[in-house]
């Protein structure tokens, strides 16, 4: 059995990749817990009969993109639209793994961060253990083919 076979049966793990969820900067909750501040308040204000002179009104969180500035809400999350997973490798990640990577079922889009992170979307009706299995399956055995070639 050539070292190649082995390495395909995963026995020697020369390559590898390491997987870890994906976490939106944006996504936090510090409007809601605002907004339960202020009505805390409003209610404390109630209580002893006196009503808030103003109303305060929530800072709305925005963000800028291209298209201008635009308020971010839970619809406006990539996060809540698609299933990031970020891919961290101990090779460095070369031109030809966008192809390599959206040629995987369940790839939705594809980010290479740095040389050596990486972040894909998994579809909705896809497992993503299963398609983060075979990316990386993708990924190491191009990367001992190509050792093996020089």
Known sequence: MTDNEEYQRGEDPIYDIHWEAWVDAYDNDTI???????SEEDEQLAEFGIEPEQKYSPPIK???????????TEDSLASKSFKF????SNFKLVEDFYDLIESCDGVESV????PYRFRIAVGKMFQDRDVMYNVKLKLTSWMVENEWTK
């Open 32 to 38: 809601e817990s605002l907004q339960q501040i202020i």
């Open 62 to 72: 925005t963000i800028m993109t291209p298209f201008g500035i635009l308020p971010l």
């Open 85 to 88: 997973w970020v891919g961290h």
């Open 111 to 114: 980010d290479i961060m740095t």
